[in-house]
């Protein structure tokens, strides 16, 4: 980065005196270069409040923001040379407040432990670029950073950026908070804020949907489903509800109104294409948006809790999830569902299966009991099947202990919301399509017609993040009988394509699967398959076979398929 200097041809101050020419050091890389018998008093400069006069459309214009999911920096901090200590950052309102993290992870000079407040150089660059402040929202690791720079800023004037630690868990934080950006939003001479916690996902992305609904007239539901979005797929975490409550739970402040419009000036609109499958849907939405929930779509009952072995709860009629249900049943009358339990994976299978059965049935028969046809709903047990959090943990158990409502058929109404249908389970495999996708089936069904060409190499698990290939078990029996097969018709070739969830990050996503794809090729190699014969490609998350919102629907989209082709 290069050295400014800031040339003071007149005493500014009266104090400090000097009889030669000096360099003073005010900012990470601003210095102040002071002309012999020129006066300066330091600290009274210091306190000059910023003369910044850049407009929200300057700032839209100079980032190129497109939508709120708009990245001005990417999750490694490139992408806008100035601000690279930042990572993942967004607008939330143009020229006023943005979102992000810190880059210390993947900073390729000053790399340091991801929780961490924002490196130096995020900091001067913000300054830099004419932001007021930097706000750090977690209560951790902010004893040693600095709480400011002062700098030279792209419109020539002297700028100076406060740096303050904000606990977005903390109320009277968030009011904070939302003061600072509405002083940045009315007040001209005060720049842009940005908010930050470690990635750009979670605790930035409560915040700003906070912002969204105080500043821009966000309902509950938008608003979560903004946070969800931003969340780059890093949304599937049980604990991830309470943000969620939160969200909704917040009141607007009358004292930061701002007019209509500074609102249409001030708010991004969100991306025109939205990936559906990262929303989160609850009961409620089947009240709000009905023509946003397809037929066939299963919504979980987040509210509904049933202890370890137990199969009813107390106040069903009181539980919002149950109230929305029949809210969502009386307001459609040709609404018809499935009320499905579910278990964790404790105990025998057969005992889970009944305990399910009977956790539906309770939900069943109180809908039955409250008036609604017998005609309109039906109801399953499915034990431990397709979990929706990992069972190896207690706390989240507990959350597959559930019940979930499948919507059999329903009135159907034009999309025109934010949660549409569209992206839902888009090209998705059926059950029955699903089990003659694997290779194994295609082994033993070899003569039938009508297979198709691609199948997925079943039980290939790959360790996470890893793309160590396995060396024993069920998948790795099924990769050798490939290689048999392989040598047995040698006229046909292969495309190994890898896969992953749509977890996590793209870049990253689409690395992972192309390095498991090349393992396998290598393999198939090293057991004298002709490189000439295999072609090798990642495709990431793209072309989901299963339901990314469930953990049984990941992992079958973490694979690996192979396609033959023939001379």
């Known amino acids: 980065m290069h050295y400014r200097l800031l040339v003071i041809l007149l005493a500014l101050f009266s104090g400090v005196g000097f009889a030669q020419v000096d360099t003073i050091k005010v900012g990470l890389d601003t210095y102040l270069l002071l002309e012999d018998g020129k006066q300066l008093n330091i600290d009274s400069l210091l306190k000059e409040d910023p003369r910044i006069a850049l407009t929200y459309d300057f700032y839209k214009k100079r980032y190129l923001e497109t939508d709120l999911m708009y990245k001005i920096t990417d999750n490694k901090g490139n992408g806008f040379d100035s601000l690279y200590g930042t990572r993942n950052m967004r607008p939330i ?4 407040a943005y979102r992000g993290g810190a880059n210390n992870y993947y900073h390729k000079t000053d790399k340091r432990n991801n929780h961490n407040p924002i490196p130096l150089d995020g900091m001067h660059g913000l300054c830099q670029e004419g932001f007021s402040k930097g706000i750090y929202l977690y209560r951790e690791n902010f004893e040693e950073s600095p709480i400011g720079d002062t700098c030279n800023c792209i419109d020539s004037t002297l700028n100076k950026l406060e740096y303050e630690q904000r606990d977005y868990y903390d109320s009277l934080h968030v009011y904070d908070m939302l003061k600072s950006t509405y002083e940045s939003a009315t007040m001209p001479e005060v720049g842009p804020v940005y908010l930050h916690c470690w990635n750009g996902w979670h605790a930035s992305g409560f915040i700003s949907a906070v912002i969204l609904k105080q500043f821009c007239d966000y309902s509950d539901w938008d608003a979560v489903n903004y946070w969800d979005l931003g969340t780059d797929g890093a949304n599937t975490s049980p604990r991830y509800q309470t943000q969620r409550e939160r969200i909704k739970d917040f009141k607007s402040y009358p004292e930061f109104e701002i007019s209509d419009s500074l609102k249409e000036c001030l708010c991004p609109p969100l991306p025109e294409n939205i990936d559906s499958t990262q929303l989160h849907i609850e009961m409620e939405h089947l009240v709000v948006v009905p023509e946003a929930i397809p037929a066939g779509f299963q919504i979980v009952l987040y509210n509904v809790k049933f202890g370890s072995g137990k199969t009813t709860f107390s106040n069903i009629s009181k539980n919002s999830d149950i109230v929305y249900l029949k809210t969502a049943l009386d307001n459609d009358p040709n609404l018809v569902i499935e009320v499905g339990g579910y ?54 158990r507990e959350g597959n202990r559930r019940i979930e409502i499948k919507i059999i058929s329903k009135t159907t109404h034009s999309s025109d919301k934010l949660v549409d249908e569209k992206g839902y389970d888009k090209d998705v495999k059926t059950e029955e399509e699903l089990k003659t996708s694997y290779l194994s089936y295609f082994f033993n069904h070899q003569d039938e017609v009508g297979l198709g060409s691609t199948f997925i190499i079943d039980s290939l698990a790959f360790a996470s993040s890893s793309f160590e290939l396995p060396t024993s078990g069920y998948g790795f029996d099924n990769l050798n009988q490939l290689v048999q097969y392989l040598k047995d018709k040698k006229g046909l070739k292969v495309n190994i394509n890898g896969y992953t969830d749509s977890s996590g990050i793209e870049e990253k996503n689409q690395a992972l699967s192309e390095s498991r794809a090349k393992a396998v090729y290598d393999y ?11 072609i090798y490609k990642g495709y990431g998350s793209a072309k989901p076979i299963a339901p990314n919102r469930y953990m049984w629907g990941r992992d079958i989209n973490r694979r690996i398929e192979v396609e033959f082709m023939r001379d």
């Open 343 to 396: 278990t964790d994976n404790s105990g025998s299978h057969a005992k889970n299966v009944t305990i399910s059965r009977q956790r539906a049935k309770f939900v069943y028969d109180h809908l039955i009991e409250s008036g609604y046809s017998p005609d309109r709903i039906t109801y399953q047990g499915y034990g431990p099947a397709k979990p929706i959090y990992s069972n190896r943990y207690k706390s989240t």
């Open 93 to 96: 309102l143009h020229g006023v």
């Open 524 to 534: 198939l190699i090293a057991q004298g398959i002709g490189a000439e014969r295999l």
